[in-house]
């Protein structure tokens, strides 16, 4: 994408709604690709012919369609004998071949705190699950009313957010009306166009797109001063996030079992207590891009759970989740989260770590085994 010349940082902004800022809206929430987006989501950045098989239970298409997804894991991985794909939307059933898939975001009020369960089933089960699918679309539906709060967080004249996402950045007054001017023209467009807006693009994310959008008029070391202190706020946005108002783990987890599905615990890192609450679950994700730092402990707590309980029929299941989202191979180079684009469907380094590898060995466990099983207990 080439940059217009920048205009020179005006003194007063317009605070209407112009053209162009509509047109910047409509591309933010747009879920239509272009053939360009579409030839960058095709082709991965790497090739890696010695994978043979692939475990593909934790990542999110977002507005890319699960086909054209696997089309480009399938191109990283040419040789591919044995895998397991199963898309895992955030809060939305999608299905791949015979699995569907959803990671739901839910309370666990012991502990008082929001986790996420990632739910797999075979697809015939849950075609008419409508309970189910009524609790993932209140959730989803609650989760997109964090946008609205972030909103009201950024152009709140007498709230801390602010204040305090300056004292954390340094963010001037120009920054802070700036992004505030922007965001007011954001939250008319959204109460224009909502009936016509696609339901996923009513996300955090939507103002983040949106101020990429404004490089082309704006210096970029500018806009990414905007970016670190909208990010900042979202973060506390999301930290205060009412939890009242998301299904219990305990519901979530009789749901699904209810239409014969399997339940993994993502990077329990993040969410540790949960491993102490002994839910009714089919294994630990020990590792992911967010979470690299206890793998080799949480192994070894799953091997240890399952000597401690071999009368039981059922054993944890060990998971690696490579937790991709699409949508960022379709968003231009410049504008990616770094991170988030680098990681690709069924690529785990971990499985070929020869600490963990070693951790893993002892308990025979592989890639292939961990597939096989699952899909044995996903068929009942």
């Known amino acids: 994408m080439t940059q217009q010349a920048h205009q020179p940082f005006p003194e007063k902004i ?4 112009s053209e162009k800022d509509e047109k910047f809206f409509l591309f933010a929430t747009s879920e239509d690709l272009t053939p360009e987006q579409i030839k960058r989501i095709k082709a991965p950045t790497r090739i890696v012919p010695e994978q043979r098989a692939a475990l ?3 990542w999110h298409p977002e507005f890319v369609p699960v086909d054209l997804a696997v089309e480009r894991m399938q191109a990283m991985f040419p040789n591919l004998e044995e ?3 199963i898309p895992t939307q955030h809060n939305e059933l999608l299905s791949y071949r015979g699995y569907s898939g959803v990671e739901v975001d839910c309370y666990s009020k012991g502990f008082n705190q929001k986790v996420q369960l990632l739910l797999h089933f075979e697809k015939d089960r849950v075609e008419n699950a409508s309970r189910l699918r009524s609790i993932l679309e209140h959730t989803r539906k609650y989760r997109a009313t964090q946008l609205f709060e972030f909103i009201r967080a950024v152009n709140d004249e007498n709230g801390n957010k602010v204040e305090k996402a300056v004292r954390e950045t340094g963010a001037g007054k120009e920054i802070v009306n ?3 001017i922007y965001v007011r023209k954001i939250e008319r467009l959204i109460q224009k166009h909502h009936s016509s807006l696609p339901a996923n693009s009513l996300k955090n994310k939507l103002l983040r797109n949106f101020f990429h959008h404004l490089r082309q008029d704006y210096p970029d070391p500018f806009i990414d001063r905007v970016q ?3 990010k900042t706020i979202k973060n506390m946005v999301k930290a205060d996030f009412n939890l009242d108002y998301f299904y219990r783990t305990s519901e979530i987890i009789e749901e699904a079992r209810l239409h014969g599905g399997g339940i993994v615990i993502p990077h329990p890192e993040q969410f540790w207590p949960i491993l102490l609450a002994e839910y009714d679950v089919d ?6 891009p967010q979470s690299q730092r206890y793998t080799e402990f949480l192994i070894s707590v799953v091997n240890r759970k399952n000597k ?4 039981l029929q059922k054993e944890i299941l060990i998971f690696m989740g490579d937790d991709t989202h699409m949508g960022e191979k379709a968003m231009h180079a410049a504008y990616q989260d770094k991170k988030k684009a680098e990681r690709e469907i069924g690529c785990q380094p971990a499985w070929e770590d020869p600490n963990i590898k070693r951790k893993l060995d002892s308990a025979g466990i592989t890639r292939t085994s961990v597939i096989e099983r699952y899909k044995q207990r996903l068929a009942g």
């Open 14 to 17: 317009p605070g209407e709604v």
């Open 56 to 58: 593909a239970t934790h």
């Open 83 to 85: 895998a397991l794909i």
């Open 178 to 180: 700036f992004t505030r």
């Open 228 to 230: 670190i202190f909208l």
């Open 283 to 288: 294994g630990y994700e020990v590792w992911n």
């Open 308 to 311: 401690e309980k071999k009368h």
